[in-house]
């Protein structure tokens, strides 16, 4: 049981460095973009580029690793990563960063899933409440340490990428040291939208329309604080204080849902969110402490927004379709922050900084919209029959391996 506990803060120490390189990395490139003039619409498409890869490492990791084994898969790709973040800091190109964003994105995507079959093989039905609890937790604290790198050090030099391929090599080291049996073979992905629309036609809405105004602030948050003239300090807290928001936010808001209909729930708080959006723009603040608040508030509401759909999806999924509704609305999330960075890159380079919350209140007006024209089309699912509202991990590390390690997953869904 010791040994057993051992391995697994071992793979969480793994995580860490591999968030902590992840974010630091996502915000590293559109600072250092747009210290060197990029425009803004080839920034967005880095968050494009990104989440194609991830897409496409979540359905191609699983061959990779019943090719090479479990070890090798991770090494491969964690060097991967490394190296591409020591070739951008080399490379001062907007056409070689997209290119080589992509790479990143697949990379990410196999080495999370990788470190999720670990823990899922080491998990119980006792302790897999407690692990995922725990991953939670490492995965949000380390993406926000991560983006809080750039806040000590330079980003016009090369040591922050230097930084970045350094953290991503040390996360080799629980894996290549561990000598535990591989666990079994990744989760494969499917998508199917007709059934997932069948289901639940307001989350396959949601989940694509938030995928788009999260992408949109993921990847272009760091640049509108560079083009309103803010501190990097106060860029990398603002953009942590959205993620460490999002995560206080969850309890609440999910209870709240749990004892009510969840559509008024996303209507509520996606229009208070294009609300705050909407604010932003027109009032154009330039104190940094004014902006922090003002996001930290957007945060709070914006990023509970996907775990709200997907519980509602899986209040009208039949049982044992925990897994597949979950994988396809995250695939459909996927899909939304490909688009996201294209509207806001062209808006933010035509308009002003502050178009970027014109995109992302259009999306989440667009879900409270559709959200309400459904509660008059459907009846709520009774209370007594509705599932536990669950949290989600951090919005740049979900896979569909990460469904399995949910305690929420039953243990057939584990063995189909």
């Given at each position: 049981?010791?040994?057993?506990?051992?391995?697994?803060?071992?793979?969480l120490?793994?995580?860490?460095?591999?968030?902590?390189?992840?974010?630091?990395?996502?915000?590293?490139?559109?600072?250092?973009?747009?210290?060197?003039?990029?425009?803004?619409?080839?920034?967005?498409?880095?968050?494009?580029?990104?989440?194609?890869?991830?897409?496409?490492?979540?359905?191609?990791?699983?061959?990779?690793?019943?090719?090479?084994?479990?070890?090798?898969a991770?090494?491969?790709?964690?060097?991967?990563?490394?190296?591409?973040?020591?070739?951008?800091?080399?490379?001062?190109?907007?056409t070689t960063?997209?290119?080589?964003?992509?790479?990143?994105?697949?990379?990410?995507?196999?080495?999370?899933?990788?470190?999720?079959?670990?823990?899922?093989?080491?998990?119980t039905?006792?302790?897999?409440?407690?692990?995922?609890?725990?991953?939670?937790?490492?995965?949000n604290?380390?993406?926000?340490?991560?983006?809080m790198?750039?806040?000590?050090?330079?980003?016009?030099?090369?040591?922050?990428f230097?930084?970045?391929?350094?953290?991503?090599?040390?996360?080799?080291?629980?894996?290549?040291?561990?000598?535990?049996?591989?666990p079994?073979?990744?989760?494969?992905?499917s998508l199917?939208?007709?059934?997932?629309?069948?289901?639940?036609?307001?989350?396959?809405a949601?989940?694509?329309?938030?995928?788009?105004?999260?992408?949109?602030?993921?990847?272009?948050?760091?640049?509108?604080?560079?083009?309103?003239?803010?501190?990097?300090?106060?860029?990398?807290?603002?953009?942590?204080?959205?993620?460490?928001?999002?995560?206080?936010?969850?309890?609440?808001?999910?209870?709240?849902?749990?004892?009510?209909d969840?559509r008024?729930?996303?209507?509520?708080?996606?229009?208070?969110?294009?609300?705050?959006?909407?604010?932003?723009?027109?009032?154009?603040?330039?104190?940094?402490?004014?902006?922090?608040?003002?996001?930290?508030?957007?945060?709070?509401?914006?990023?509970?927004?996907?775990?709200?759909?997907?519980?509602h999806?899986?209040?009208?999924?039949?049982p044992?379709?925990?897994?597949?509704?979950?994988?396809?609305?995250?695939?459909?999330?996927?899909?939304?922050?490909?688009?996201?960075?294209?509207?806001?890159?062209f808006?933010?380079?035509?308009?002003?900084?502050?178009?970027?919350?014109?995109?992302t209140?259009?999306?989440?007006?667009?879900?409270?919209?559709y959200?309400?024209?459904?509660?008059?089309?459907?009846?709520?699912?009774?209370?007594?029959?509705?599932?536990?509202?669950?949290?989600?991990?951090?919005?740049?590390?979900?896979?569909?391996?990460?469904?399995?390690?949910?305690?929420?997953?039953?243990?057939?869904?584990?063995?189909?």
């Amino acid at each position: 049981m010791r040994s057993s506990f051992g391995s697994i803060i071992a793979l969480l120490f793994g995580t860490a460095f591999l968030l902590s390189a992840s974010g630091l990395h996502a915000l590293l490139l559109p600072l250092r973009g747009q210290f060197e003039g990029f425009s803004t619409t080839s920034l967005g498409l880095l968050g494009t580029s990104w989440a194609g890869g991830f897409i496409a490492g979540c359905y191609l990791a699983p061959r990779l690793v019943r090719r090479v084994g479990h070890v090798r898969a991770f090494g491969a790709l964690a060097a991967t990563a490394a190296t591409i973040a020591l070739l951008t800091g080399i490379f001062i190109d907007t056409t070689t960063w997209i290119v080589l964003r992509a790479f990143t994105g697949f990379a990410m995507a196999g080495a999370y899933m990788v470190i999720e079959s670990w823990l899922n093989e080491r998990s119980t039905n006792e302790t897999r409440g407690t692990i995922f609890g725990l991953y939670m937790m490492v995965t949000n604290s380390a993406l926000m340490l991560g983006q809080m790198g750039v806040a000590f050090g330079d980003v016009s030099t090369p040591v922050l990428f230097m930084v970045t391929g350094i953290l991503f090599c040390l996360s080799l080291l629980p894996t290549a040291l561990s000598k535990a049996a591989s666990p079994a073979p990744l989760a494969s992905v499917s998508l199917d939208l007709k059934a997932l629309y069948t289901n639940s036609p307001i989350s396959v809405a949601a989940c694509l329309l938030i995928g788009i105004a999260n992408g949109a602030w993921g990847t272009l948050g760091a640049v509108y604080g560079a083009e309103i003239g803010i501190p990097t300090f106060y860029i990398a807290l603002m953009m942590s204080s959205a993620v460490l928001a999002g995560a206080l936010g969850q309890f609440p808001v999910g209870k709240i849902s749990d004892y009510t209909d969840r559509r008024y729930v996303l209507v509520g708080a996606s229009l208070t969110t294009a609300l705050i959006g909407f604010i932003i723009f027109i009032v154009a603040p330039r104190t940094p402490e004014i902006i922090l608040a003002m996001v930290g508030l957007y945060g709070l509401l914006a990023y509970t927004l996907y775990s709200v759909s997907v519980a509602h999806a899986n209040d009208h999924a039949p049982p044992g379709k925990f897994v597949q509704v979950s994988s396809g609305l995250l695939m459909l999330y996927g899909i939304g922050t490909m688009i996201g960075p294209l509207f806001a890159g062209f808006f933010m380079q035509h308009l002003r900084p502050e178009s970027l919350f014109l995109v992302t209140a259009a999306a989440h007006l667009s879900v409270a919209g559709y959200a309400a024209i459904r509660i008059s089309r459907r009846a709520p699912v009774p209370i007594e029959e509705k599932d536990a509202f669950t949290t989600q991990p951090a919005e740049r590390s979900a896979t569909p391996q990460t469904i399995l390690l949910n305690p929420r997953t039953d243990a057939d869904e584990k063995t189909d």
